[in-house]
């Protein structure tokens, strides 16, 4: 791999912990995205691994096995390490003190899919309340909004819901402020990728 490759995946990185440790820590309603993003994170950290294999110390010995063994093992906290902390540090606060318990990431991580990455109807329903009740932020562009609804959308359908065309595009309508009301009846009868250029469009004319 070129230099200019791993500087650019370093730099990609870097945003990614940004984002995780600023606007995108785990709150339970993000988890689909977030361990997505985690994930990238403890994989050019090169620790993803301890998320999926844990290991115990060995017994007290002074043959060359032993030393050999003990080598690996504690290569393998320092990563383990790394990866816990590097999970409880991408948490909002009243997760962290409930998962700091947990003393591997490995432990850690299968908590957190036990308790977020299950599919049900409670959860089900939250991210369709926070779907249709989502409104534009004022600091928001209109790609950043579009792009924020859309990966809403497919948490839904990630989660099993199966959504017409209308179900998409309405709640997409309703997050507009008042400013945008001329443009809602013009684009009601359109599909969702449709109504999304023509959003962008618009804001790029005014």
């Given amino acids: 791999m070129s230099l200019g490759v791993q500087a650019g ?13 600023q606007r995108d820590k785990l709150d339970g309603d993000n988890y689909d995205i977030w361990y997505r993003k985690v994930q990238y994170v403890l994989e050019e950290q090169e620790v993803k691994e301890t998320l999926f294999h844990h290991m115990e110390e060995s017994e007290q010995g002074t043959t060359a096995q032993h030393e050999k ?14 990866a816990r902390i590097t999970l409880l540090s991408c948490m909002q606060d009243d997760l962290m003190c409930e998962f700091e318990e947990y003393e591997t990431a490995k432990g850690m991580w299968e908590a957190l899919k ?14 369709n ?12 562009s209109m790609r950043q909004h579009l792009r924020i609804m859309s990966n809403m959308i497919r ?6 819901q199966i959504m017409s065309n209308e179900q998409q595009v309405q709640p997409v309508f309703r997050s507009l402020p008042e400013s945008w009301d001329h443009m809602k009846r013009l ?9 999304e250029f023509k959003l962008r ?5 005014r």
């Fill in 187 to 195: 684009l009601n009868p359109l599909t969702r990728p449709t109504c």
């Fill in 69 to 82: 063994d003990q080598e690996v093992y504690v290569a393998w906290k320092r990563k383990d390490r790394i």
């Fill in 129 to 140: 309340q926070i779907f249709n009740d989502y409104k534009k932020r004022p600091n928001n």
């Fill in 114 to 127: 036990d308790k977020f990455g299950a599919t049900s109807a409670t959860k089900l329903r939250r991210l």
């Fill in 201 to 205: 469009f618009e804001t790029q004319e």
């Fill in 155 to 160: 948490e839904l359908k990630n989660a099993g």
């Fill in 9 to 21: 995946m370093s730099s990609v990185s870097k945003n990614i912990i940004a984002e995780l440790n």
